[in-house]
């Protein structure tokens, strides 16, 4: 049986991650699997009150990420995937720096992860991670252009963490899963149409 490549794109907040996912998706006609913020009934609370909805809010996440991979699971038994955002960047990036800021404390933290370690022998594995990287000031420049209203109130403190805990479980990772780690500080991948070739002929590459 053909086996289908299966392609995840990690980077911080900001740094373009749903872009590149959905020009990889165009351009090599793999079926994209978007994030999916929109459905959280916790994540309202949780802006209002973190410390008190922070578990809630990242186990609610992980529940439709755990699902979203499951069904994942399935389409590549007929098609090729990209990815927005893997499991791992979910549980050990944005969860992680909850329990780092105190939001999550360890009992939580420990139920959490034997959520994620129960399911994890039956999910699929990504063929390649992308891992998008850019200096802070040009994430931080991004997120102010792009205007999400619930992220202009993201203090760089807490992008910062993002990306430091990023690099931990990417090095941790990139043992035993190919990781290509491409700097996107100058490329612009929304309309140069050469960058846009660049880059989906370096992701290309790496699959080879």
């Known amino acids: 049986m053909k086996k289908h490549p299966y392609i995840a794109v990690t980077g911080t907040m900001g740094v373009g991650k749903s872009t590149a996912a959905a020009l990889l998706a165009t351009r090599l006609g793999y079926t994209l699997v978007s994030e999916n913020f929109g459905d959280n009934l916790f994540l309202a609370r949780f802006y209002k009150d973190m410390k008190r ?4 809010s990242q186990t609610f996440f992980l529940m439709e990420k755990i699902s979203q991979m499951m069904n994942t699971k399935k389409l590549l038994t007929t098609s090729s995937v990209i990815q ?3 499991i791992e960047q979910d549980a050990y990036s944005y969860a992680r720096a909850h329990v780092e800021m105190g939001n999550i ?12 370690k129960t399911f994890a022998p039956v999910l699929p594995k990504p063929t390649l991670i992308v891992s998008l990287e850019a200096p802070m000031s040009v994430i931080a420049k991004r997120i102010e252009d792009r205007g999400r209203g619930f ?3 993201v203090p760089l403190s807490y992008l910062k963490r993002l990306q430091h805990l990023n690099s931990v479980w990417i090095d941790v990772i990139d043992r035993h899963t190919k990781v290509i780690h491409i700097d996107t500080s100058h490329l612009d991948i929304v309309s140069n149409e050469r960058d846009q070739a660049s880059f989906v002929a370096r992701v290309t590459e790496a699959l080879s």
């Open 84 to 86: 927005d955002t893997p």
């Open 151 to 153: 992220e202009k109130s």
């Open 53 to 56: 909805w922070a578990f809630h």
């Open 105 to 116: 404390d360890e009992a939580e933290w420990e139920l959490y992860e034997k959520i994620l």
